[in-house]
């Protein structure tokens, strides 16, 4: 009799209910998405952050799991190669080549100073490390809870990216634009589809609109209208573009600024 083996829903269930977050959701900080940084003529600006480096990783982006399941510690996990494998979708069958397998796709996060590897006992334990990246004398940056004050910005992600089966059906445009619509922070928002807006996140401006494609298909984006925005680039210096909302429940990261926004706005209603 065929003995039976996890599937790849049954595992990633079991790493979300391992985490015990009470709100079903995960922070991640801004920085993943876009990173702020001076230019050498100290002007403040922003460019990509780890993401961009993932979008012909699709595999390693599906192991950022590994961010929802850490909560405290040393924020690492240890769990068998063939769970990270099938949760990720990289290889199904429970034998020794899940090791090898999930072994590459950790190998991306890890140049890129988002995880370290810690050999445990007969297993590695996977520590989660600032989502800016990078590395520094051959150390990634130690992993703290963001705080959210101006500096240290973060948005979360809900469970049910996974639990609605959206890693499976958005490719990577989809998952791109997604996180980074999260990341704005707003009710209603603008995403950058030209050339230089998009390269802000590290993506070209094809990659965005089929991004943006992808979420309106799947209704998890809304057209709300159009806003006039700056546009140095263009003969007026302004120019007309879609505004865009999230739908329930990735529409909850809201700034404090935008909830008085609104809570002022309910207000001014009559009745």
Same mark, same amino acid.
């Given at each position: 009799?065929?003995? +039976? /083996?996890?599937? =790849? ?7 979300l209910r =391992? ?9 991640i900080? !801004? ?21 961009? *480096? ?6 390693a982006?599906?192991?950022?799991? /590994?961010?929802?399941?850490?909560t ?20 199904? +069958? ?10 590459? $796709?950790? !190998? ?6 988002? &995880? ?5 006992? +007969?297993? *590695?334990?996977? /520590?989660?490390?600032?989502? #800016?990246?990078?590395? &520094? ?19 979360? /992600? ?13 490719g ?10 999260? #990341? ?7 995403l950058? $589809? ?12 094809h ?16 057209? #709300? ?13 302004? $120019? ?22 609104? *809570? ?8």
């Amino acid at each position: 009799m065929a003995e +039976r /083996v996890m599937s =790849r829903e049954e595992s990633i269930e079991y790493l979300l209910r =391992r985490s015990q977050r009470r709100y079903e959701e995960f922070p991640i900080r !801004q920085d993943f998405v876009r990173t702020r940084f001076r230019t050498e003529y100290g002007e403040p600006t922003f460019g990509p952050g780890p993401l961009s *480096k993932l979008l012909r990783a699709p595999l390693a982006l599906e192991l950022l799991l /590994v961010y929802a399941v850490t909560t405290g510690g040393d924020f690492g996990v240890t769990e068998r190669s063939q769970l990270w494998a099938r949760a990720a979708g990289i290889y199904m +069958r429970p034998d020794k080549g899940a090791s090898v397998a999930v072994s590459r $796709q950790w !190998q991306h996060l890890e140049k890129l100073g988002l &995880i370290d590897r810690v050999q445990h006992r +007969r297993y *590695k334990r996977i /520590v989660k490390r600032r989502e #800016s990246g990078g590395r &520094i004398g051959g150390l990634a940056t130690p992993y703290t809870v963001p705080s959210g004050a101006a500096n240290d910005v973060y948005f979360r /992600v809900p469970f049910a990216y996974w639990r609605e089966g959206l890693h499976e059906k958005l490719g990577m445009p989809g998952k791109a634009v997604l996180l980074a619509a999260m #990341s704005r922070r707003k009710e209603t928002f603008t995403l950058p $589809q030209d050339t230089r807006g998009a390269l802000t996140l590290g993506l070209n401006r094809h990659t965005m609109a089929r991004g943006i494609g992808e979420l309106l298909d799947l209704q998890l984006l809304v057209k #709300s209208g159009t806003d006039e925005v700056e546009n140095a680039l263009t003969p007026r210096g302004f $120019q007309w573009v879609h505004t865009y909302q999230l739908a329930p429940p990735f529409n909850g990261n809201l700034s404090n600024s935008e909830r008085e926004r609104q *809570k002022a706005e309910q207000l001014r209603q009559p009745g």
